[in-house]
Each structure stands twice: as C-alpha cells, then as structure tokens.
C-alpha cells in the first residue's frame, strides 16, 4: 500500500509535536527549579519596601488570584531587568501547572494576602461588592450609578 503525501505530512507533523513534548518534558524539571527560587527571590522583594515592591507583589498577586488582582503588564517597565528575569521564570513555573503557585511557597495563602493586604492592591471581587451596594447621593448621583453599573457589567457581576 503507498503512502499518500497528506500522509506522510501528518506523520511528519505528529512527529515534530512529539519531539517538542520530549523537549518540553526535559526542560520542566529545570523550568520549575528555576520558578521556585526566583519565586522565593520575588516574594522577598515583595515584602519590601522599595519602589519596585509594589510592582512585583502586584505581579505574584494576578498569579495567585488573576480574577480578584489584575497586573498591567506595561508595569514591567518600572522593575530592573534581574527582577523582570525571575518574573519570567515564574511565569513559565505557573504554566506548567503543577500547582498553584502559594502553593510553592512557605506560608502558601496567608502569605500571598498578606501580600495583598500590605500593598492595598485593590481586590476587584470586594470592589465589585462596595459598588453593588453603593447609594449615591447629591447632583452627580445619577452620573456615579451610570458609572458603577457601567463597571459591574463590564467586569461581571
């Protein structure tokens, strides 16, 4: 029986996907050990104090909760190139999807939101709760409801 040319194209396809998984499959291990210890590196800078801080917390945060903590990713911009680095790392360390990634960390939960809370980087599941339940008063009042329904359905209610 020949071998058709949409044949072997296939099989040429399944093979290079095979041969990337291989890849993929060696490279992890160093992938996650890289992650774990930029992690740790980037949880200590988030418990500082310095103006990058704010920027690399917010980063672990969307990473821990991406629905209640978004990170604008132009916030890059304002971290050294050795902290963007570990932020890749980590980034890679999350999209294997080993597990979640407090959980790579001492402390887990109650660290990222004292993280969190430290920073006040805004929780948009609370935010969407103040807004639901606000009463507006006074001559705007109309214009500050047009505004917080506009938010709610745009992000979900």
Not at 76 to 99: M, N, P, S, W, Y
Request: aromatic share 10%.
């Amino acid at each position: 029986m020949e071998t058709s040319k949409n044949d072997l194209l296939r099989d040429q396809r399944f093979d290079a996907i095979r041969a990337e998984r291989d890849a993929y499959a060696l490279a992890r291990p160093k992938e996650v050990s890289d992650g774990v210890a930029a992690l740790q590196r980037l949880v200590a800078i988030a418990k500082g104090n310095s103006g990058q801080c704010r920027h690399v917390a917010a980063f672990l945060l969307s990473l821990y909760n991406g629905r209640r903590f978004k990170y604008d990713l132009s916030d890059f911009r304002a971290v050294d190139h050795t902290i963007f680095v570990d932020c890749l790392a980590v980034l890679k360390l999350d999209a294997g999807k080993e597990q979640a990634i407090h959980l790579y960390v001492a402390g887990g939960e109650d660290t990222f939101e004292a993280i969190a809370a430290d920073w006040c980087v805004p929780d948009r599941h609370k935010l969407r709760e103040v807004i639901r339940n606000a009463s507006f008063t006074g001559p705007d009042s109309q214009i500050y409801q047009e505004q917080a329904d506009a938010y709610l359905r745009w992000h979900g209610t």
